[in-house]
């Protein structure tokens, strides 16, 4: 059976920090590209960032210089440290497995930014 587990999220204010994790098991970690998505109230869903398997990155543009995405294929984890966080920041932030076969999501982390 394979789960992605986040972990990480809550409240913060604005210019705070937060670091969400994504535990995954049931599938070859190591060898998945895996992301970051997140959805805002009565928003679509979204792309955040992207770690490859070789540790290649991406980010949409509105987070470059705040948020760093990393792996550990040793713990099956995936994280995205968020800095400088900003009220828009706010949504429930999903990870996202995408390999041979099929994709996952995992049931998301929610994020909330004010004063």
């Known amino acids: 059976q394979v789960q992605l587990v986040e972990s990480g999220g809550g409240s913060v204010q604005p210019g705070g920090s937060l670091r969400l994790s994504c535990a995954g098991s049931g599938i070859a970690f190591s060898i998945y590209t895996m992301s970051w998505h997140r959805q805002a109230p009565g928003k679509e869903r979204e792309y955040v960032a992207l770690?490859?398997?070789?540790?290649?990155?991406t980010y949409r543009d509105s987070v470059k210089g705040r948020f760093t995405i990393s792996r550990d294929n040793a713990k099956n984890t995936v994280y995205l440290q968020m800095n400088s966080l900003k009220p828009e920041d706010t949504a429930v932030y999903y990870c996202?497995?995408?390999?041979?076969?099929?994709?996952?999501w995992g049931q998301g982390t929610q994020v909330t930014v004010s004063s």
């Open positions: 770690i490859t398997s070789g540790g290649a990155t």
């Open positions: 996202y497995a995408i390999g041979p076969g099929r994709n996952y």
